[in-house]
């Protein structure tokens, strides 16, 4: 029989916790958009259309960061107080290669560490 593999992401526009369900305790691993609000005022200053440019090409690079870790996956679920989850399912949902995957949505908002590992550890453990 094979072993399930699960992941959970909080994650809102500018960070990505990502936690992968285990017996062992859950770590989180950290990935960081590089748009931050430093990035888009000093940006805004120069042009709108810049920052606009800008803040799409680092989001991108945000989300395949993202793609990269869940593709070794088979079970996940996306949650956050962000529409930024929904974004990177779309992106996902285009990609075939993502099809075997089961991936979820929950709206939650802002958590601990804690209160992210217990949402992740209940999430899974329902099933």
Do not use: C
Not at 11 to 38: L, Q
Not at 99 to 125: C, G, L, P, W, Y
Request: aromatic share 8%; no cysteine.
């Amino acid at each position: 029989m094979k072993i399930v593999k699960n992941l959970g992401i909080w994650m809102d526009h500018a960070n990505a916790h990502v936690m992968e369900f285990t017996t062992d305790p859950i770590e989180t691993t950290i990935i960081t958009s590089g748009f931050t609000h430093e990035a888009k005022e000093q940006t805004l200053g120069k042009s709108e259309n810049v920052m606009h440019n800008k803040e799409q090409h680092q989001q991108s690079e945000y989300y395949k960061k993202l793609i990269e870790t869940i593709k070794n996956y088979d079970d996940v679920v996306l949650f956050g107080p962000t529409n930024a989850k929904v974004e990177l399912l779309n992106v996902l949902r285009a990609n075939h290669n993502f099809e075997k995957i089961k991936i979820e949505v929950k709206q939650t908002d802002k958590m601990t560490e804690n209160q992210e590992h217990a949402f992740v550890r209940d999430h899974f453990s329902q099933r």
